[in-house]
């Protein structure tokens, strides 16, 4: 699973129409959080982690990659958050305590590149939750598996310029982005590039994993809404213990 060490720096900068604040809204609505000890999976710099820990009992952020858990903390000292931070690979957590609630969001699930990482990951978020806690997370939908299909997207900031293009073979989706960001106060450039492989997971297989491992399914949302999933851009499981 890729990391993201060298995109790190510039992540927040093309991350910020990323649905959090809807996150936010959907875990406020679903849960009692000021009672609740919470872990968000794949965290990368906090963005939701952050807020989102002012709203629970605690929360840890979990990540694979230091580099991301670095730009995170910066962000909590910065908004004097008391998130905790875990640099773990989320298909063998070790959380410092049982969970009332992890949470997984922005496709970090379609990182696991098999059947098998994605039920060792139910699995391990199954033994770091508490008897009866939830398990919400989001995949890729259909609609964006089309979108996907030889895309080519750019982004133009002050300081820094994305070309990101994507493909999709058989059920695999390639990201090659490569950025240039200002370095310094001066003119030039610092070209970063990286390559992302996610797998497409159907509906179906994500299901019968879950009820295999022990949850129980409770709720499949499209695009944060009750809805057929056929055209979703983004697939909401809660699920329980």
């Not at 060792?120 to 609609?143: E, H, M, R, W």
């Not at 990101?164 to 960001?181: G, M, N």
């Not at 994993?209 to 697939?235: M, N, Q, W, Y």
Request: contains cysteine; charged residues 25%; aromatic residues 10%.
């Amino acid at each position: 699973m890729s990391t993201y060490e060298s995109f790190a720096s510039i992540y927040d900068i093309f991350m910020q129409d990323a649905p959090y604040d809807q996150w936010l809204q959907l875990l406020r609505s679903k849960f009692t959080l000021a009672t609740m000890d919470v872990a968000d999976i794949g965290c990368g710099t906090g963005m939701l982690t952050v807020p989102l820990s002012f709203d629970v009992s605690t929360c840890v952020g979990v990540d694979a990659s230091e580099a991301m858990l670095a730009q995170a903390q910066d962000r909590a000292m910065e908004k004097r958050s008391r998130a905790q931070w875990v640099c773990e690979d989320m298909r063998s957590l070790l959380l410092p305590r049982k969970m009332d609630l992890i949470v997984s969001t922005c496709d970090v699930i379609n990182y696991l590149q098999t059947e098998t990482e994605l039920r060792q990951t139910f699995a391990s978020v199954y033994t770091a939750l508490k008897p009866n806690g939830y398990f919400l997370f989001d995949t890729i939908g259909p609609k964006r598996i089309e979108a996907l299909r030889e895309g080519y997207w750019h982004q133009i900031e002050d300081d820094a310029v994305l070309l990101h293009e994507t493909r999709v073979t058989d059920r695999q989706i390639v990201h090659e982005v490569h950025a240039f960001v200002l370095a310094g106060h001066g003119d030039l450039y610092e070209r970063i590039e990286e390559r992302h492989v996610q797998q497409y997971f159907h509906s179906e297989e994500v299901t019968k994993l879950l009820e295999e491992t022990g949850f129980t399914l409770l709720d499949v949302l499209s695009d944060f809404k009750p809805g057929a999933i056929d055209r979703a851009d983004r697939v909401i499981y809660l699920a329980k213990r």
